[in-house]
């Protein structure tokens, strides 16, 4: 058998199996309950489900159009004219995606060239960097710092030079919880608004915002508006994350070139999942209660931690909630959860591996897209810390 070591030169030395996957593979091997990796426990909407069978049954089991299922990017339209006073041409400016991740992928790949810096907020989901990198991009790096994880635009003024490209926003953020407000998204105007520097904004969360607080959609912005490239996910909204369908809203030059890179990522995605979407949000409003949904699952995991040693930094949105363990161990955040996965049978997710240099916080995540029993089956090992 030949040696391949020799002939293939990494695009991605440094990155190995993912953290997500190597917790949720210890939390199997240790029985553990699974608060790490973030999907629910739960079941999609009935009637969503019933909708996929009747679509496969109605014979829309082919190839979709590359641009998505125009229904469902029309039903998109109306929705996000609706939440954010922001019209989308469906015809050619809303894409439809193999998941959000993917979407991700492709914005970076249709317009981040060789020596393009990109600016990310760290902590930041494990995609973003790889993505930029296999691109040639440059990731720079700007921390939001706990326990308040606030936007410095002071650091990001000083960051940006002619080699920026883009700056990466997530809101509601992976995994902090943390929101933008009105206030972040005028400073983000004022540092774009007279350069050729494009926004991409991660808003899969976008429906669990809490305390009476409002998701700020960067399509609600109307300067932000034209140079913006918004990504949502249904996965998350309906609790369908296997079924990987997302979507893309960006002005019309913009999602030109997007779908040109697209077509050559996925060409085509779900079509029986699309012609079910369509269908079931023209007769269903779950995802305007949605942030009620989570915010009764975030208050009984706060409530019920704080029986325990951990210190929990309330989150404003999405469903994970960061937690202080330093009152219990003074391990690194990955060898704690390790432990704590062996011993107690808890599987939460270490926060360094979110930063490029992975410094040492004492915070880890938590996940609460899941059932009450789960979550009171963790908080039972977890009382007896």
Not at 93 to 113: D, K, M, N, P, R
Not at 355 to 374: G, I, Q, S, W
Request: aromatic share 12%; with cysteine.
């Amino acid at each position: 058998m030949p040696h391949y070591s020799s002939l293939i030169l990494s695009k991605l030395p440094n990155v190995g199996v993912s953290i997500f996957s190597k917790m949720t593979r210890l939390a199997f091997d240790n029985k553990a309950v699974n608060l790490a990796q973030g999907f629910p426990d739960f079941h999609p909407p009935a009637q969503l489900m019933d909708l996929f069978g009747k679509a496969m049954a109605d014979g829309f089991n082919q190839y979709a159009p590359s641009d998505g299922w125009m229904p469902l990017r029309e039903i998109i339209a109306e929705r996000v004219q609706e939440a954010y006073q922001a019209y989308y041409n469906p015809l050619n400016e809303i894409t439809i995606t193999s998941g959000a991740t993917q979407a991700l992928y492709s914005a970076f790949a249709t317009f981040i060239q060789e020596g393009d810096e990109v600016i990310l907020f760290e902590p930041a989901y494990d995609s973003y960097a790889p993505a930029i990198k296999l691109q040639g991009g440059i990731p720079v790096y700007v921390p939001l710092k706990p326990p308040s994880f606030e936007y410095d635009w002071e650091w990001v003024k000083r960051s940006i030079n002619k080699k920026t490209k883009m700056i990466v926003v997530n809101s509601p953020h992976n995994p902090t919880g943390k929101i933008l407000t009105d206030a972040d998204l005028s400073a983000l105007d004022r540092l774009t608004h007279n350069n050729d520097i494009l926004i991409l904004s991660d808003e899969v969360y976008e429906h669990m915002v809490f305390d009476g607080k409002q998701h700020k959609s960067v399509a609600s912005h109307p300067q932000l508006r034209n140079r913006a490239l918004v990504i949502s996910s249904f996965g998350k909204t309906y609790h369908t994350t296997g079924w990987k369908v997302g979507y893309l809203c960006a002005p019309a030059e913009l999602t030109t070139e997007f779908r040109k890179v697209h077509q050559f990522t996925v060409f085509s995605v779900n079509t029986p999942a699309q012609v079910a979407y369509s269908n079931f949000m023209k007769v269903d409003q779950s995802a305007l209660h949605l942030s009620d949904f989570y915010q009764q699952k975030r208050d009984f995991l706060l409530d019920g931690l704080r029986s325990t040693p951990f210190q929990v930094l309330k989150p404003e949105g999405a469903y994970f909630l960061l937690a202080d363990y330093s009152t219990i161990s003074q391990l690194d955040d990955i060898s704690f959860t390790e432990w704590l996965c062996k011993e107690f049978g808890v599987a939460l997710v270490p926060l360094s591996p979110f930063y490029h240099m992975n410094p040492d916080l004492k915070l880890v995540r938590f996940c609460f897209a899941k059932k009450e029993e789960t979550l009171q089956a963790a908080l039972n090992r977890l009382s007896k810390l």
